[in-house]
Nanobody, 124 residues
Framework: QLQLVESGGGLAQPGGSLRLSCAAS????????IGWFRQAPGKEREGVSC????????SYTNSVKGRFTISRDNANDTVYLQMNSLKFEDTAIYYC?????????????????WGQGTQVTVSS
């Protein structure tokens, strides 16, 4: 079964850090653009960050620029989202997605694979 698996979510205090991981089952991530998305209760899913297959192109939504860093380790077939200086408003379920054709598509339906999500809660 082809799927993505996120891990690393949890509870963090404001100003704290978490690192999310995205791994694939049944295929390799190396040829895919990878995106991180998040969905807070009552809100639409939004794009957070993207990275291209080689890792030399990245993008971030304005609210996380300077705080989050996306990276990939193709040798270990894993994509990471390092989240620093966490804020209450970062609380959401975080999803990773893979797209073989388009870099950082804004259309959720164009992404080939999605993970089940990992909960990130920022609370004091």
């Amino acid at each position: 079964q082809l799927q993505l698996v996120e891990s690393g979510g949890g509870l963090a205090q404001p100003g704290g850090s978490l690192r999310l991981s995205c791994a694939a089952s049944g295929f390799t991530l190396n040829n895919y653009n990878i995106g991180w998305f998040r969905q807070a209760p009552g809100k639409e899913r939004e794009g957070v960050s993207c990275i291209n297959p080689s890792g030399d192109r990245t993008s971030y939504t304005n609210s996380v620029k300077g705080r989050f860093t996306i990276s990939r380790d193709n040798a270990n077939d894993t994509v990471y989202l390092q989240m620093n200086s966490l804020k209450f408003e970062d609380t959401a379920i975080y999803y990773c997605a893979a797209d073989s054709k388009v870099y950082c598509s804004g259309l959720l339906t164009t992404w080939d694979y999605w993970g089940q999500g990992t909960q990130v809660t920022v609370s004091s």
